[in-house]
């Protein structure tokens, strides 16, 4: 979920405060690679059934989910099954007037759930120094090619050779304050 966090389109914007639950970052997270039913969620999350229908409803109002219904179960009878996915053009929608710093909580609670069930820690970093605006677009850049790639190549859950992972990108670009 690569979060521009500047500008805005002004339209049929997303409203960045819905997110700001440490469970929704994980819902939508983990929709990023696959559709997914509430139960296939709830199991997955080891959550009740109605508390992942309830926020995957919530989010897909919102807009970082969108609703995919495949065609009626086996023998033709009954409704269609109800799944929901990222929809990545969420991103480049997201209202930023107001919600960044629940948006920021919840995802400081999600790295701690995160770094708790961490097995192995691949690469950590933390600076805050000044560079060449050249270098620091670049460095932007990068980030970005890498998570695109985390959402490009994500896949179902304990499929094939899959390796669960966490990866989280803050960039801030902050004021020169003394």
Request: charged share 30%.
């Amino acid at each position: 979920m690569p979060w521009e966090m500047d500008g805005d389109d002004g339209d049929d914007l997303v409203p960045l405060r819905a997110l700001a639950n440490p469970l929704r970052i994980r819902i939508v997270s983990l929709l990023t690679g696959v559709s997914m039913s509430a139960t296939e969620v709830a199991e997955e999350l080891g959550i009740a059934h109605a508390s992942a229908s309830y926020h995957l409803r919530q989010l897909a109002e919102a807009g970082f989910l969108e609703r995919v219904d495949e065609g009626p179960p086996r023998g033709g009878k009954g409704r269609p099954r109800r799944r929901y996915r990222y929809d990545p053009s969420s991103s480049s929608r997201l209202d930023r007037a107001q919600g960044r710093q629940l948006l920021h909580e919840a995802l400081s609670a999600d790295l701690s759930r995160r770094i708790a069930e961490a097995r192995t820690q691949r690469m950590s970093m933390d600076a805050e120094v000044w560079l060449d605006r050249s270098v620091w677009e670049e460095v932007v850049g990068l980030i970005d090619q890498a998570v695109a790639l985390v959402h490009d190549k994500a896949g179902p859950p304990r499929s094939g050779d899959r390796v669960k992972v966490s990866m989280t990108a803050l960039l801030l670009e902050l004021d020169d304050v003394r």
